[in-house]
Nanobody
Framework: QVQLIESGGGLVQAGGSLRLSCAAS????????MGWFRQAPGKEREFVAA????????YYAASVKGRFTISRDNAKNAVSLQMNSLKPEDTAVYYC?????????????????WGQGTQVTVSS
């Protein structure tokens, strides 16, 4: 059983920063990709960023590239998302996800495990 628990969401003004964390527990896999997704009200869940567990390769959605940074802590089995220069359109529930392959894929259906989500609200 794999569990992903997100933390760090909240309310911030436009231009501010937040750091999300995702703690993973349970069965581990030799090839893993960790991703962050978000879902705004009335919209589909969309890819934000991902990182491969072993090589540390990263990939970002165009809308967040240059503002968000994904990182991993192998010792703590955790992944973080540092979000800077936040905009009102970044407001969404952010989800941590895991894929038991070492190739980054942006499609939600390619991820095997999901956290419960954490709310991020950016006020203008």
């Amino acid at each position: 059983q794999v569990q992903l628990i997100e933390s760090g969401g909240g309310l911030v003004q436009a231009g501010g920063s937040l750091r999300l964390s995702c703690a993973a527990s349970g069965r581990t896999a030799s090839s893993t990709t960790m991703g962050w997704f978000r879902q705004a009200p009335g919209k589909e869940r969309e890819f934000v960023a991902a990182i491969t567990w072993t090589g540390g390769t990263t990939y970002y959605a165009a809308s967040v590239k240059g503002r968000f940074t994904i990182s991993r802590d192998n010792a703590k089995n955790a992944v973080s998302l540092q979000m800077n220069s936040l905009k009102p359109e970044d407001t969404a529930v952010y989800y941590c996800a895991r894929r038991d392959r070492s190739i980054i894929i942006t499609a939600t259906q390619s991820y095997d495990y999901w956290g419960q989500g954490t709310q991020v609200t950016v006020s203008s």
